[in-house]
């Protein structure tokens, strides 16, 4: 057999035989969800997906290399605090402070993948101006330029989507320069 015909047997066994699996890496990213009741921020809900927080904080407690559920919940406050500090919310009045609740934090999925769901809940300063309102997003963009956030904004039955970078960091969500998609 000709090295040409052995090649030309072997292509179509391949496509035959059906499509191989591809692995490949999925590019980093997190979900934000903000509700609006009015003018006023009532949630404020993140997934990140494990892979992605263990880039950020040392979760795996003993080092051998299995995150467990305990491991997870004895880093819930080291977790709230890089999420208050990597996430920013404010108005016409000030800095927002993004409060946590019991059970702020739930194992999910995203894209397949283990996650964390977490939900903050923002208190925004009273603002003579409620038509102002801009989130800021830091986190994960030092340890990968790639990463994206995309930011689902509920106002009023309607709804707004954002794309963070690195290069976008900040969006106006209420005002008059507001964007969306």
Same mark, same amino acid.
């Given at each position: ?44 809900? %993140? ?28 880093? *819930? ?21 993004? &409060?946590?609740? *019991? ?7 995203? &894209? &397949?993948?283990?996650? %964390? ?15 102002? %309102?801009?989130?800021?997003?830091? %986190? ?29 960091? *900040? ?11």
């Amino acid at each position: 057999m000709t090295r040409l015909s052995f090649f030309f047997t072997i292509g179509l066994l391949l496509l035959w035989a059906g499509p191989l699996p591809v692995y490949g890496h999925s590019q980093s990213s997190s979900r934000l969800h903000l509700d609006i009741v009015e003018t006023e921020p009532k949630t404020l809900t %993140l997934r990140m997906t494990l892979l992605d927080l263990v880039h950020l904080i040392a979760l795996d407690g003993n080092g051998d290399g299995k995150l467990t559920r305990g491991e997870i919940t004895a880093s *819930e406050p080291r977790i709230l605090s890089l999420l208050q500090k990597g996430i920013a919310l404010r108005n016409g009045g000030g800095d927002c402070v993004l &409060e946590t609740r *019991e059970d702020a934090i739930l194992l999910t999925t995203l &894209e &397949e993948a283990p996650a %964390l769901r977490v939900v903050l809940h923002p208190l925004c300063p009273t603002a003579a101006n409620t038509a102002s %309102l801009h989130l800021g997003y830091e %986190l994960l963009f030092n340890q990968d330029p790639t990463h994206r956030a995309l930011l689902t904004v509920s106002m009023n039955e309607q709804k707004a989507h954002f794309l963070l970078t690195s290069d976008q960091r *900040e969006v106006t969500l209420m005002g008059s320069n507001a964007e969306g998609s």
